[in-house]
């Protein structure tokens, strides 16, 4: 436990406000940890299968909250931008009762420092001196991720469309799509101030959205602020939120004790995507992997690909802690199988000796061609952090060191055996 001290009188009152609003929280509480910031501990022993939080309907934040006219001015923009923006520029009036949940919420100063997105430019996308903390371009070096920062992906932009990769730009361009109608409807809007409110939304929404009710948004638009419940941190298995038409449920998943700190789970990500859009990576996390597109696409050629596509194997590679995925086997594997023999793979026909001997093939190729110039990559990161690039930025060059390490040792076992 790493909980440095209780929590100041800010969040006393908004305990109290909570409350007042019909929130019911059983058996814990707010702490604040020295390594992750806020989160909930249990106040006494409890049992799997607890309700430890009820959030009602009415307490939620969700755009059936911003007045018609307000959401009239903003047509064609997100769910999330619309959110942010009334949040950022709404009537004070019609804001201020948020005053008690807003006063717990990060500062623009922790985003500067966790989120990527506003991280220094030649961090996010420039390549780096191994022994300098000015860009050099002619060093090939990116201090972020391929799947962050997608370099690989800008080497190959054809290939980009079928993968998660390039995840930051991804992020980027929902901002600045969501910041063009803002900015349109509401000409003396600060772009800071939207940008904070844009991330305080992305980094505390809960998906939200009711069988009852004909959707209007795409899934990923359907999102409500939930307080309280967005206190918890996250973890790869964490208790259980339950949403309905009366509002949110936190149930325990196991039992703890009292004094531990108590997890949800925002769902099955790598920590690149965790990293991206939350600002932090878990030390463990059972669902990470490395997104392999980048790689494998720019060897496939137009007759393979469009091979792999009438196969439905085109696209989403991935290495995880268990070895890399079948998809990436079925790809690779057009590299080193005939036609035919490939063909008896994909539709189950091999022998179990044929099996054998065509996955050493395959391993050895993927390892050859794809995974030593991940694990590569890792290595000159390395190196490159530790020689002293960002000595100046102290925070970053730790979460950066911190994936990276992750990465090569992920991909290591698959290069070195």
């Known amino acids: 436990m790493d909980r440095s001290s209780r929590l100041g009188r800010e969040h006393e009152i908004f305990m109290t406000w909570v409350q007042d609003r019909g929130v019911h929280i059983r058996g814990i509480e707010p702490a604040r940890f020295s390594e992750r910031g806020l989160g909930i501990i249990a106040q006494r022993d409890i049992k799997k299968g607890e309700e430890l939080v009820t959030v009602p309907t009415s307490a939620l934040f969700s755009e059936d909250l911003i007045p018609k006219q307000y959401k009239n001015l903003h047509r064609s923009i997100s769910t999330h931008g619309l959110l942010a923006s009334f949040m950022a520029f709404g009537d004070p009036v019609q804001t201020c009762v948020y005053a008690a949940w807003r006063a717990t919420w990060p500062s623009a100063e922790d985003f500067q420092l966790s989120m990527p997105i506003l991280w220094p430019r030649y961090v996010r996308s420039r390549v780096m001196s191994s022994t300098s903390t000015n860009p050099v371009p002619s060093t090939g070096l ?33 901002l600045e799509k969501d910041w063009a109608v803002v900015s349109r409807v509401l000409p003396d809007a600060e772009y800071d101030k939207y940008v904070y409110n844009w991330l305080i939304v992305n980094t505390r929404s809960f998906y939200y959205e009711l069988s009852c009710v004909k959707r209007t948004r795409s899934r990923s638009d359907c999102m409500v602020l939930c307080p309280f419940v967005d206190c918890f941190n996250h973890a790869d298995r964490g208790c259980v939120v339950i949403f309905d038409e009366k509002g ?8 703890y004790e009292i004094g531990e700190e108590i997890y949800v789970s925002y769902g099955s990500h790598s920590n690149d995507f965790l990293l991206t859009e939350y600002g932090f990576v878990l030390a463990n996390n059972k669902w990470d992997y490395l997104h392999l597109d980048d790689l494998i696409l720019p060897m496939l050629d137009s007759e393979t690909q469009a091979r792999l596509k009438e196969a439905r194997y085109l696209g989403n590679y991935t290495l995880s802690s268990d070895g890399v995925c079948h998809r990436t086997q079925v790809a690779m594997r057009t590299q080193t199988l005939g036609y035919r023999d490939w063909k008896m793979f994909v539709e189950g026909r091999e022998t179990e000796m044929e099996v054998e001997d065509d996955e050493a093939k395959a391993d050895a190729h993927i390892s050859r061609e794809v995974l030593s110039i991940y694990h590569n990559e890792a290595k000159n990161a390395l190196e490159c952090l530790r020689n002293g690039v960002l000595q100046d930025r102290k925070e970053i060059k730790a979460v950066l060191s911190k994936r990276w390490t992750q990465i090569e040792e992920l991909v290591r076992p698959s290069v070195l055996g």
């Open 248 to 255: 949110f449920k936190v149930k325990s998943d196991r039992d």
């Open 142 to 174: 990116f201090p972020l991720p391929p799947a962050i920062g997608g370099q690989w992906a800008r080497q190959n932009p054809s290939y980009t469309s079928h993968g998660a990769a390039n995840l930051l730009h991804k992020q980027e361009m929902r």
